[in-house]
């Protein structure tokens, strides 16, 4: 299995983020139940995505994650730090199967997403795993940053800076 180290931002655009590969966050940036160390993506040519991410120890009850989809990969459009269009919420990561909410960002609020979508999502240890069905509509591919968020807001935010870039198979 490859790896690739994916701390900190590029001035020159995107850190890509392979199929299958692990990329690495700096970890001690964040309280350790809240700090992302590692992320995973893959996806199958039947438009399903499954995220794998890691944190430094097992999430605790206020911990909750947060996923940026910038499935246009234009950063004027949808939110306005990642850009994105899309994103979905973990939340009760203290549970084996935690709650997974799909956004869809519209102007300045968010909205249910605008499409059937399946999901599931489990914790083993400090591993969270999440899989979204039917998502083919985010092909070819997208930009994405992940965020840890507590009581009093963020906590850490994975890349560090910047954001990963995803191909999706066709």
């Known amino acids: ?96 199967s935690p709650f997974v909410d799909l956004r869809q960002f519209k102007g300045k609020t968010d909205v249910e997403a605008d499409f059937n979508y399946s999901s599931e999502s489990s914790v083993q240890g400090r591993v969270l795993s999440v899989k979204l069905g039917r998502v083919r509509r985010f092909a070819p591919g997208f930009n994405l940053a992940i965020a840890t968020l507590g009581e009093k807001g963020k906590l850490d935010q994975a890349p560090d800076s910047g954001v990963w870039s995803y191909q999706m198979r066709r």
């Open 1 to 96: 299995m490859a790896t690739t180290t994916g701390c900190g931002g590029s001035s020159s655009g995107p850190i890509a983020l392979h199929r299958g590969e692990y990329v690495f966050d700096a970890t001690g940036d964040a309280p350790s139940s809240a700090d992302i160390t590692s992320v995973q993506l893959s996806d199958t040519s039947a438009g399903s995505l499954t995220f794998n991410i890691s944190l430094a120890r097992r999430p605790s009850p206020q911990t909750a994650i947060a996923v940026f989809l910038d499935t246009d990969r234009n950063t004027a459009t949808g939110t306005r730090t990642f850009g994105a269009e899309y994103g979905f919420l973990l939340d009760g990561l203290n549970e084996s």
